[in-house]
């Protein structure tokens, strides 16, 4: 079964950087375009990034441009969200996601942006 997990959130400070991971299993990882997501409290989910099977094509929502960068690793199945210039609006839970028979989503990992 389809399987993501992420990890890598935590506090940091504004101006601040995090790397964030995700897993996969139970899929052709390396031929799924793969996306990050995340939630704010009160807020609706929203698309961060989002990444080509071959790690080329990147697309990213206008907020992150510049200060955030999606790669993935398909030798080792894992999905990356380098997040530079924090910001106190960053602060939410974000997920990866893929779709292949359904959209699947791993449980999340929050990420506090705070002084």
């Known amino acids: 079964q389809v399987q993501l997990v992420e990890s890598g959130g935590g506090l940091v400070q504004p101006g601040g950087s995090l790397r964030l991971s995700c897993t996969a299993s139970g899929f052709a990882f390396s031929i799924h375009f793969m996306k990050w997501y995340r939630q704010a409290p009160g807020k609706e989910r929203e698309l961060v990034a989002s990444i080509g099977s071959g790690g080329i094509s990147k697309n990213y929502a206008d907020s992150v441009k510049g200060r955030f960068t999606i790669s993935r690793d398909n030798v080792i199945n894992t999905l990356y969200l380098q997040m530079n210039s924090l910001r106190p609006e960053d602060t939410a839970v974000y997920y990866c996601?893929?779709?292949?028979?359904?959209?699947?989503w791993g449980p999340g990992t929050q990420v506090t942006v705070s002084s």
């Open positions: 996601s893929v779709y292949t028979s359904r959209q699947y």
